[in-house]
């Protein structure tokens, strides 16, 4: 193309595929997202395959794995001279900007000591325009930092609709640059507290009855129900940020040629399985919405587009889309021929899914550190202990049925098996004691791998829903 593409990448926190009207989720009011998938290339099968805030964003960030870049468990200091998504854009040409949530500057103390300071230039790896903030839950009193200015800024009212605006502001301002633009925004909600969206949205779901997923056990159900009243208003609230976002696109005349991606850094059990928030392998945590528009590519007509996208294959493939090379080392796969027609699904592709060292949810209940795959169809994980997960997803979408070491699957389990030590082989990644990744890499003293400490935070956060 003789014009390179101008992307709005959109991403919120916790925001799981389930949980989307286009989806079939009745509970949900999102018609605006729902508009966006009529128009967008839906990738059904996009998965966090480290479904965990930071270790997702720092493979945005540089397209490799966890493991690779160091980023496997919050909190963790990202370092600031990897070759970012930001850096390699700049060098294609692009202006880059970065607004919202940022988690990658760490907080080195183990005890979330930088959630609130600035973050200091350098560590914004490279985006010429940065108005964030390291970490922050408390949507209605939320500040910010701008570029290598130390002064805290307040976002006035929901954070995520000001951040929507800074991110319009943005658009008008660059839409008729001679510099096409990379802008990445980043929500915090629906990440709990559940029940701090804006009174409006929480009326709404107040008393309403929720449709539960079939894989909440009755003794959970009620906690569900209440949690659920307070997710699906943040999704409400979200709905409306978002056309903030695309009517600026479309207002400033670039709809056309302009990358728009709406996704979520992992999803959320909300009791499904009988578990809370992230960090499993199962459907809820692992499965996010990914849509894609961009007219000039594919027009104004949906289609889904059965890949399993992961965290470290969206550089990559951005990069492919627009025309500009992918930095060596890169781990991630560049999807962007399939996106082009150029190639189909053969529904054999898979992401890996991995769990380096477990903390905090994990911890909590007590899962070991796991390797998987997540294929077009089946879901296989093994952990410490040996094969521990196999689902046919098409036949039981709830996951209700483990299939390992049953007889008939037998044949399936081992193939998969290989296919997972092959990949894991490629990436020179070893299935280990986390405590092992912890020690080598000083890690060790950080409070949500321990034990006691979890505990304690469980109690603070379950206190403030």
């Known amino acids: 193309m003789t014009q390179r593409p101008n992307i709005v990448f959109i991403f919120a926190d916790e925001w799981r595929a389930q ?92 005890k979330y000591g930088r959630r609130q300071s600035p973050v200091p230039r350098h560590y914004q790896l490279g985006f010429d325009t940065w108005k964030g903030f390291e970490c922050n839950h408390n949507y209605n009193d939320s500040s910010y930092f701008f570029n290598d200015d130390p002064t805290p800024h307040r976002w006035e009212g929901y954070d995520a609709f000001a951040q929507s605006r800074e991110a319009a502001d943005y658009i008008h301002a660059r839409a008729q640059d001679e510099r096409p633009f990379l802008l990445m925004l980043s929500w915090g909600p629906p990440h709990f507290p559940l029940h701090t969206a804006p009174e409006t949205y929480r009326r709404r779901y107040q008393d309403r009855p929720i449709t539960l997923r079939d ?34 696109v479309n207002d400033a005349g670039i709809a ?10 992992h999803g959320d059990m909300l009791e499904c399985q009988g578990m809370q928030t992230k960090g499993y392998p199962w459907e809820e945590s692992i499965c996010v919405p990914f849509l894609l528009r961009w007219p000039k590519l594919h027009g104004s ?21 627009c025309g500009l090379p992918v930095p060596v080392g890169v781990q991630g796969r560049d999807w962007s021929p399939y996106f082009r027609d150029e190639c189909q699904p053969t529904g054999e592709e898979a992401a890996l899914l991995n769990m380096t060292a477990v903390f905090w949810e994990t911890l909590h209940n007590n899962i070991k550190p796991y390797r998987g795959l997540r294929t077009a169809r089946y879901t296989y994980v093994r952990s410490l202990d040996g094969p521990w997960l196999l689902y046919d997803n098409e036949a039981d979408p709830y996951q209700m049925n483990n299939l390992i070491n049953d007889p008939a699957y037998q044949v399936l389990q081992s193939q998969l098996e290989s296919r997972l030590q092959a990949r894991l082989a490629e990436l020179d990644d070893r299935l280990l004691d986390g405590r092992f ?4 890499d000083g890690l060790t003293h950080y409070q949500e791998v321990n034990r006691d400490k979890v505990a304690e935070i469980w109690r603070r956060w379950t206190q403030k829903e």
């Not at 909440?216 to 976002?245: F, M």
């Not at 056309?256 to 850094?265: K, P, V």
């Not at 990744?437 to 080598?440: C, G, I, K, M």
């Open 19 to 110: 949980a989307t009207g286009y989806n079939g989720d009745p509970n949900c009011e999102t018609a605006v997202l729902d508009d966006l998938a009529a128009h967008s290339i839906n990738v059904t099968h996009a998965v966090s395959g480290c479904p965990v805030c930071s270790p997702y964003r720092g493979s945005l960030m540089t397209g490799l794995y966890p493991q690779t870049n160091g980023v496997y468990i919050n909190d963790v200091e990202l370092d600031p001279d990897h070759y970012s998504i930001a850096r390699a854009f700049h060098d294609g040409g692009y202006n880059t900007a970065y607004i919202g949530k940022w988690h990658l500057y760490g907080s080195p103390d183990g």
């Open 215 to 248: 894989n909440v056990p009755p003794e959970r159900r009620e906690k569900a129900t209440h949690d659920l009243r307070g997710y699906y208003a943040h999704i409400a609230a979200l709905d409306d940020c978002l056309a903030v976002v695309r009517d600026a």
């Open 256 to 265: 056309q040629n302009t990358l728009f991606i709406f996704t979520a850094d």
């Open 301 to 321: 007509a949906g289609r889904e587009l059965a890949l399993p996208i992961d965290a470290p294959d969206i550089m990559p493939t951005l990069l492919g889309l």
């Open 437 to 440: 990744y912890l020690e080598r």
